[in-house]
Nanobody, 122 residues
Framework: QVQLVESGGGLVQAGGSLRLSCAASGRSFSRHAMGWFRQAPGKERESVAAVTWSGDMTYYADSVKGRFTISRDNGKIAVYLQMNSLKPDDTAVYYC???????????????WGQGTQVTVSS
C-alpha cells in the first residue's frame, strides 16, 4: 500500500520555526516530484513548495519565499519543509503530495498524505 505520512506539525508562536517531514512507503518515490500544500479553514488548498525528483528545480509560493525551504532525501524517500519566521497566516493543514510528473503536482497529484496541522499563534 502506497503511503505518504507527514509529521512535524504543531503549535508555535509567530516568528518561530517548524520542520515538516513526509516519509514515503509502499513504492519508490525517488523519481517522483514531491511537494507541500496547505489548506486553511474556509479556504481552498494551495501549493506551498515543490521539488523535482533530482532536486534541480524548486517552486515556492510568493507568500513563503525566503521563509520556507523544501528539501528531499531520495535515499530515505522523504521530503521536508523547513518553515521559519512563521506567521498566523501560515496556520493550516499541510499536506505532502507526490507525482511522477512535476507539473502534475499542481493539478492532480497521484498521491496525498493525510495532513498535519500547523497552528501559529500571534
Amino acid at each position: 500500500q502506497v503511503q505518504l505520512v507527514e509529521s512535524g506539525g504543531g503549535l508555535v508562536q509567530a516568528g518561530g520555526s517548524l520542520r515538516l517531514s513526509c516519509a514515503a512507503s509502499g513504492r519508490s518515490f525517488s523519481r517522483h516530484a514531491m511537494g507541500w500544500f496547505r489548506q486553511a479553514p474556509g479556504k481552498e488548498r494551495e501549493s506551498v513548495a515543490a521539488v523535482t525528483w533530482s532536486g534541480d528545480m524548486t517552486y515556492y509560493a510568493d507568500s513563503v519565499k525566503g521563509r520556507f525551504t523544501i528539501s528531499r532525501d531520495n535515499g530515505k524517500i522523504a521530503v521536508y519543509l523547513q518553515m521559519n519566521s512563521l506567521k498566523p497566516d501560515d496556520t493550516a493543514v499541510y499536506y505532502c503530495a507526490a507525482d511522477y510528473y512535476y507539473n502534475h503536482l499542481f493539478t492532480r497529484p497521484d498521491y496525498w498524505g493525510q495532513g498535519t496541522q500547523v497552528t501559529v499563534s500571534s
